[in-house]
């Protein structure tokens, strides 16, 4: 079979597929470097993270798919859950570096949101955007590394939440770490309430242009330590519906979390 009709049989595999099972095609390709726009992922507007995939557009877009299913022996396996490198330096998976958690201003237990904000349908997140507000920091740099982020739960008074982590740690390291744990919670917490990620909207800032420009491909990684947590987070927001990155001025950083 030619590399053409491989495309072509690729493009009606696809039809096939479920909206769901597109959305989840479309994530697994970006977090693997297989889809060249990286953009897409976490701009300044309002992002659909799984855009409907046609076939004017596969035959460009998905070349290196078309490569790899002609020399597979085996059907592909699930994809790991860090984002391919395009460098052959080798990058060590992404561990969690906190070592301490203080929540400061969290609801109450068994607090339930206002009367006034309408709850979400079973298996949803909230219809209106999670908003994270985050920053971290470094004592020496390298150093005592710390952060913390603002969570604002629609519906539920303000989440702030500090973080410690271990010693030699860099500024940019601590604030990705910070975003990292912040995206972590958000998972975590939307699936102990069952809510479906894909339906979750992320509406988060930060001060560090370094931090959100890297995670949307405008700035490049040249700091194995930097890509793997970089790789990290996109690998986060990959699993949330809409997400939106935007770079604020540190003042209003230190106006919500107090550094």
């Given amino acids: 079979m030619t590399r053409s009709r491989q495309l072509?049989?690729?493009i009606e595999e696809i039809r096939s597929l479920s909206p769901a099972e597109r959305r989840?095609?479309?994530?697994?390709?970006?977090?693997?470097?297989?889809?060249e726009s990286e953009e897409?992922?976490?701009?300044?507007?309002?992002?659909?993270?799984?855009?409907a995939i046609t076939a004017a557009g596969l035959r460009q877009s998905l070349s290196p798919v078309a490569?790899?299913?002609?020399?597979?022996?085996?059907?592909?396996?699930?994809?790991?859950?860090?984002?391919v490198t395009r460098d052959t330096t080798p990058v060590v998976p992404y561990k969690s570096a906190v070592s301490g958690r203080v929540v400061v201003g969290a609801p109450g237990e068994g607090e339930t949101a206002a009367p006034s904000?309408?709850?979400?349908?079973p298996?949803?997140?909230?219809?209106?955007?999670?908003?994270?507000?985050?920053?971290?920091?470094?004592?020496?740099?390298?150093?005592?590394?710390?952060?913390?982020?603002?969570?604002?739960?629609?519906?539920?008074?303000r989440q702030l939440v500090q973080l410690k982590f271990g010693d030699r740690v860099t500024n940019n390291e601590a604030e990705y770490d910070?975003?990292?744990?912040?995206?972590?919670?958000?998972?975590?917490?939307?699936?102990?309430?069952?809510?479906?990620?894909?339906?979750?909207?992320?509406?988060?800032?930060g001060d560090s242009l370094l931090v959100i420009s890297q995670i949307k491909g405008e700035w490049k990684v040249n700091k194995a330590e930097l890509e793997t947590r970089r790789d990290r987070a996109r690998s986060l927001l990959a699993a949330f519906g809409q997400a939106r990155l935007s770079h604020h001025n540190r003042e209003k950083s230190v106006a919500v979390l107090g550094h």
């Avoid at 989840?24 to 889809?35: C, D, E, F, K, P």
């Avoid at 897409?40 to 855009?51: G, H």
Wanted: proline share 9%.
């Fill in 178 to 205: 910070t975003l990292i744990a912040a995206l972590e919670a958000i998972s975590k917490r939307l699936k102990e309430s069952g809510a479906d990620a894909r339906t979750a909207k992320l509406d988060i800032w």
């Fill in 117 to 121: 904000v309408m709850q979400p349908l």
């Fill in 40 to 51: 897409a992922l976490t701009d300044q507007r309002r992002l659909e993270i799984a855009p």
């Fill in 8 to 10: 072509d049989a690729l």
């Fill in 24 to 35: 989840r095609l479309a994530r697994q390709l970006r977090v693997n470097g297989l889809l």
């Fill in 123 to 157: 298996g949803q997140a909230p219809e209106q955007p999670i908003r994270v507000i985050f920053d971290g920091g470094s004592k020496g740099n390298p150093g005592q590394g710390y952060g913390s982020y603002a969570l604002e739960w629609p519906g539920f008074p």
């Fill in 67 to 83: 490569a790899a299913a002609q020399t597979a022996a085996q059907p592909a396996a699930q994809p790991p859950a860090l984002a």
